[in-house]
């Protein structure tokens, strides 16, 4: 069976600071995966993220799987039970700006983990439980 996806997500980025904001990067990745399958992928907006700034951004995501019968029959189950796994993983480049000046680069990578009530293509999923991971690398 072949799975055509489409997924909005919505990341929100919290800087509380009041001298340094944010520049997130060209080069950002966000994939969702459903157990070990990859469903879709999609990229953050560049943008300069303000101090004391709450932003929300809304990532479109496309893909298209090759799911076997057994994970067929495992979303199904899932569903069913409305307990579906998902992870959401970002990678995104983001430099430390003070003032006008920017310092270093550095990527950041979030791990989400989401346990949803469903995928129906006709009702928005409520997140049941999530736990977050995050890391940087310079």
């Not at 199904?76 to 992870?87: F, L, Y």
Request: hydrophobic residues 35%; charged residues 20%; proline residues 4%.
């Amino acid at each position: 069976m072949r799975l055509k996806s489409e997924f909005v997500v919505n990341v929100e980025a919290n800087n509380p600071n009041a001298h340094i904001s944010l520049i997130y990067g060209k080069e950002s990745n966000v994939t969702l995966w459903y157990r070990d399958q990859e469903l879709s992928q999609g990229k953050l907006p560049s943008f300069r993220q303000g101090t004391n700034n709450i932003s929300i951004m809304h990532v479109d995501m496309n893909g298209k799987s090759k799911l076997d019968s057994g994970i067929q029959e495992t979303l199904k189950q899932d569903q069913k039970n409305r307990m579906v796994p998902m992870v959401v993983q970002v990678q995104a480049p983001i430099t430390i700006v003070v003032g006008e000046y920017k310092l270093r680069e550095f990527v950041v990578y979030v791990n989400c983990s989401l346990t949803l009530d469903s995928l129906s293509a006709d009702k928005n999923p409520e997140i049941i439980t999530s736990t977050y991971t995050i890391h940087a690398t310079l």
